[in-house]
Nanobody, 124 residues
Framework: QVQLVESGGGLVQAGGSLGLSCAAS????????MGWFRQAPGKEREFVAS????????YYSDSVKGRFTISRDNAKKTVYLQMNSLKPEDTAVYYC?????????????????WGQGTQVTVSS
């Protein structure tokens, strides 16, 4: 398993930007595809974005494509989520997750380790 700690959440106005970071503490990060998921109150956790182990491929949900960018720095064992043009419907707790064993990237069951989550609130 990989221990993950998210940071960077907060309150932002609609149309604004926010960046999230997720730091891993173990070298197994290098072997993990990384994903971001989010969960709004009363809703199920949903896929946001993912990035493969080398960073060569990225995947996005339709709801964030063109607005969010996922990236990783393996030297720092950190994955990032840059969120632009934020909308009130982006309000949720955002979780990063590590996927060590599976070549499926957009479903929560493929991920083995999860961070504690960070709140993102977008005001209208």
């Amino acid at each position: 398993q990989v221990q993950l700690v998210e940071s960077g959440g907060g309150l932002v106005q609609a149309g604004g930007s926010l960046g999230l970071s997720c730091a891993a503490s173990q070298p197994t990060f290098y072997n993990a595809a990384m994903g971001w998921f989010r969960q709004a109150p009363g809703k199920e956790r949903e896929f946001v974005a993912s990035i493969t182990r080398t960073g060569g491929r990225t995947y996005y949900s339709d709801s964030v494509k063109g607005r969010f960018t996922i990236s990783r720095d393996n030297a720092k064992k950190t994955v990032y989520l840059q969120m632009n043009s934020l909308k009130p419907e982006d309000t949720a707790v955002y979780y990063c997750a590590a996927n060590i064993f599976r070549n499926v990237y957009n479903v929560s069951w493929a991920y083995d380790s999860w961070g504690q989550g960070t709140q993102v609130t977008v005001s209208s």
